[in-house]
């Protein structure tokens, strides 16, 4: 019954390794996301993806890179993990009708801490 | 994006009213401020959205001056739970390419004390 999911929720690995976080959402929304935050609690956004286009890529080095098999699920696979890259990192979707009652309002999912030695 | 800038930390007893206010002086025309809730352990639940006066509803109410360069969010008679840190969020109005488009202030780390 999760709404946005994210697995692992946990990951340890050594500099250099190549991991990938996935997620998924059931909410039938058509635009997902990814969101750092760091050991300070600022949360930035990565990218993000409506209906399966890439909308929003910040400064976000090319070893970061998502895929979006379809609008419910956008994994996040990452290169030559680097200790800068501990982090939890959040998946998140939302609805882009324009109807005025449409917040866009964000459903994140419970974060996946990621610790790079 | 406009920026915005929140204290950094609050402490509160059970019972009180909490008032956080978000400056972002550099809000565009078609900006909105939300703010999000965020419990340890947990992803960023959405609490509130307005574009100017007063919004109310279930959790808290946010007041939006008329010139729109801050915002408060006013929780009602806080409990231990409402520990947590609050985001303000200014940014285009929801849908399609504006997605993302809306930048998460540094957040304020509310204490809400027995």
């Known amino acids: 019954d999760t709404a946005v999911s994210q697995t692992p929720k946990y990951l340890v690995t050594q500099m250099g390794n190549d991991k990938s976080i996935k997620c998924e959402q059931n909410l039938g929304h058509d635009t997902m996301y990814w969101y750092k935050q760091d050991s300070k609690k600022f949360l930035k956004i990565m990218f993000s993806y409506n209906n399966k286009e890439l909308i929003i890529n910040e400064t976000v080095p090319n070893r970061f890179s998502p895929k979006s098999p379809d609008k419910a699920h956008l994994n996040l696979h990452i290169n030559s993990l680097e200790l800068g890259d501990s982090a939890v990192y959040f998946c998140a979707s939302s609805q882009s009708s324009n109807r005025v009652q449409n917040t866009g309002e964000l459903f994140f999912g419970e974060g996946s801490r990621l610790t790079v030695l | 994006l406009a920026k915005t800038t929140q204290p950094i930390s609050m402490d509160s007893y059970e019972g009180q009213e909490v008032n956080i206010t978000c400056s972002h002086n550099?809000?565009?025309?078609?900006?909105?401020i939300t703010w999000y809730q965020q419990f340890p352990s947990q992803g960023p639940r959405f609490i509130i959205q307005g574009y100017k006066t007063k919004v109310t509803n279930e959790v808290a109410s946010l007041f939006i001056p008329a010139d729109r360069k801050s915002s408060t969010l006013s929780l009602p008679r806080v409990s231990l739970s409402d520990t947590a840190v609050y985001y303000c969020?200014?940014?285009?109005?929801?849908?399609?390419?504006?997605?993302?488009?809306?930048?998460f202030g540094d957040g304020t780390t509310l204490t809400v004390k027995p």
């Open positions: 550099n809000i565009a025309t078609n900006d909105y």
């Open positions: 969020l200014v940014g285009p109005a929801p849908g399609g390419t504006n997605a993302g488009k809306s930048t």
